[in-house]
């Protein structure tokens, strides 16, 4: 929708706590709770941006605090974590045919969202949206529906990785996503100057998000000096906006 949401990792964070804390009392709220919420502040911050028409970047940052704050708020600071080794936990430690589970929720993800973007006419008006949002409003397309639309999946979306962080580790605290955001911005942007036939696409942005996770993985492996993968993503950002303002005017969606 040529905006942007910088509330995922705060989202998550939220989520994940939520999730955490109740999942002794009921698995199925500690899936659901959480899922609800995220939609419920995606709602928020699409009405901001889509129906407020504010900036989103100016507007997702100021969220990314307040959500967060939230996390602080409900948890009172304090680590929440449980000893539940039921179907839950399955959603993130189990296996399929010796595949983790989130895994295969992450491609499955990947597919529903590729098939929506490729093959359905939601797909059509998001890029008509994101490509001129007034030439959209002209073709009977409504750019305030698809773009509160479009934060409500992102809030849903944010929410159910909080749920599979907690069922990985059965543990949260409210710091557990903060710095994911930008993880997830530099991911997608990665992924959209990969390759042009990519750019925009939900292949794109698994391709920055795999290429973004085995960077992470070997600095690790390699026992680097932490503040190297915040070198190595500044710059990787710094290069990715010299590609864009270098980048032909034609080629940008």
Known sequence: ????????????????????????????????????????????????????????????????????????????????????????SALGQGRILGIPVPLLLFVGIVIVFLFIQEYSSFGARLFAVGCNPVNAGFSGVQPIKVTMLVYIISGLCSSFAGVILCARTMAAQPKTGMGYEFDVFIAVMI??????????????????????????????????????????????????????????SGDAK
């Open 191 to 248: 992924g959209g100057i990969i390759s042009s036939k990519f750019n925009g696409n939900a292949i794109g942005t698994l391709l920055g998000v795999l290429l973004l996770t085995i960077l992470k993985n070997s600095f690790s492996l390699m026992k680097l000096w932490p503040g190297i993968e915040y070198i190595v993503e500044g710059a990787a950002l710094f290069l990715i906006i010299l590609i864009q303002i270098k980048r032909p």
């Open 1 to 88: 929708t040529g905006n942007i949401d910088l509330t995922c990792g705060a989202v998550m964070t939220l989520s994940a706590c939520v999730s955490c804390a109740i999942i002794d009392f009921s698995p199925f709220l500690a899936l659901i709770v959480p899922l609800l919420i995220g939609i419920l502040l995606g709602q928020l911050t699409g009405l901001l941006i889509g129906g407020l028409r504010f900036f989103s970047f100016i507007t997702t940052l100021g969220l990314l605090y307040i959500y967060q704050a939230l996390a602080f708020l409900f948890t009172n600071s304090h680590y929440y974590s449980s000893t539940y080794t039921g179907w839950y």
